[in-house]
């Protein structure tokens, strides 16, 4: 009986062995569905996309605060959907020297100079993109309190060498600082890769006022302002067009009829041979009393507007250039005991019609722009 049992002991042995070489998957098989498998998705990152300059451009001004609120960026939108806005100035950079949205390059993360104001920069502007709307990123260049404090090297001195600053008591960086054309390169760059489809530059020039008598200019000392700032427009041009990006610059309004720099640099001949638009800050209300004979230019809006712009268009014909890159910055806001009504608002852009151009950008420092000065989305009649 146990010889028996040794035997068919043996046999199933076999079995097994023989079994399990033959038919090996069901045993994989058997494995396989017990393992549980997981998968990761990983996002696909926003497509940035760039758009055309629109001709004409009609632009309104939207600070960095009021982008990064959607709630307070809806209400201007909104203007845009409805009425003939169709491009955006948004800063990038203001006075403050904060950077408004995080940034990637390394190198420009090491100045800590980031204030994330706009979280949706990327989405913001492809939003703005799907609309047609053009995006302008404004750059406060040589105003930047942030950098002059962690790099006081690169700034504007008294004559004994310690920070000089204005009636408002913001200092400068000199415009002759390398360094700084250098940083102005990697926010433009970053900026550009970001969605902005042109990079405005902003506050190109040597300071305005102050105490003029007690000031020195470490980096800019042997040259003429003018010739500092030429120098500086050379390097924007080179830097930036040789990548295909536009630029542009804004400049002091009355650079369009003054025969000099106005003590700060600025020629508007020299600024439209590399740019590619020029915007002067023609706002009436910044004209003195004596301009043209009135006594409150702010309250002839046409007026001024039509000749400032006038006198711009012939000097971008002695420049050698087109008067079309000309988009001056317009007043939409009310100073100096003169309420601006949406007939002000509109008479300055017929100026601007007058003057044989076509292209115009509204500022207001709060954002709250006057609809009814504006024609409809529908309307392309300039009248």
Do not use: C
Not at 94 to 106: A, C, E, L, N, Q
Not at 144 to 157: C, G, N, Q, R, Y
Not at 219 to 244: G, I, V
Request: charged residues 20%; without cysteine.
């Amino acid at each position: 009986m146990s010889r028996v049992l040794y035997i068919v002991t043996i046999a199933i042995f076999i079995g097994v062995l023989v079994t399990a070489y033959f038919y090996p998957f069901e045993y994989q098989t058997y494995r396989t569905k017990n393992i549980v498998q997981a998968t990761t998705t990983i996002p696909t990152p926003f497509a940035v996309t760039h758009i055309q300059t629109p001709v004409p451009l009609k632009a309104i001004y939207m600070s960095s605060w009021v982008a990064g609120n959607s709630k307070l960026r809806n209400n201007l939108v909104d203007l845009m959907d409805k009425t003939e806005i169709n491009a955006v100035v948004i800063d990038i950079k203001d006075y403050t020297g904060r950077i408004s949205f995080k940034v990637d390059d390394p190198k420009l993360q090491a100045y800590n100079s980031v204030e994330n104001r706009i979280p949706d920069i990327k989405e913001f502007i492809g939003k703005l993109h799907d609309k047609g709307i053009y995006v302008i990123g404004r750059i406060s260049s040589f105003q930047d309190s942030f950098l002059v404090h962690s790099k006081p090297e690169l700034a504007v001195t008294d004559k004994a060498g310690k920070l000089w600053k204005d009636r408002k008591g913001i200092s400068w960086l000199d415009v002759s600082a390398k360094p700084v054309w250098d940083y102005l390169t990697l926010i433009g760059e970053e900026s550009y890769a970001a969605g902005f489809d042109e990079l405005n530059f902003d506050y190109i020039r040597f300071p305005s006022d102050g105490n003029m008598e007690d000031i020195a200019f470490p980096f800019s000392q042997r040259k003429s302002k003018p010739d500092a700032l030429k120098d500086f427009f050379a390097y924007l041009d080179t830097t930036f067009h040789k990548k295909k990006i536009p630029i542009s610059a804004d400049l002091f309004g009355m650079t369009t009829s003054s025969h000099g720099d106005l003590g700060i640099g600025q020629i508007l001949g020299d600024a439209l041979v590399h740019f590619d638009f020029v915007a002067p800050m023609v706002y009436p209300s910044h004209y003195p009393a004596t301009f043209l004979g009135y006594p409150k230019p702010a309250a002839k809006p046409y007026e001024v507007i039509k000749y400032a712009m006038g006198e711009a268009v012939k000097k971008a014909d002695l420049a050698s250039t087109t008067a079309t890159k000309l988009r001056p910055w317009l007043q939409d806001f009310s100073i100096g005991g003169v309420e601006y009504t949406p007939n002000m608002v509109r008479a300055q852009i017929q100026a601007t019609y007058d003057s044989g151009l076509t292209s115009w950008m509204l500022w207001n420092a709060s954002n709250v722009y006057t609809a009814s000065a504006l024609q409809a989305a529908s309307s392309t009649v300039h009248n």
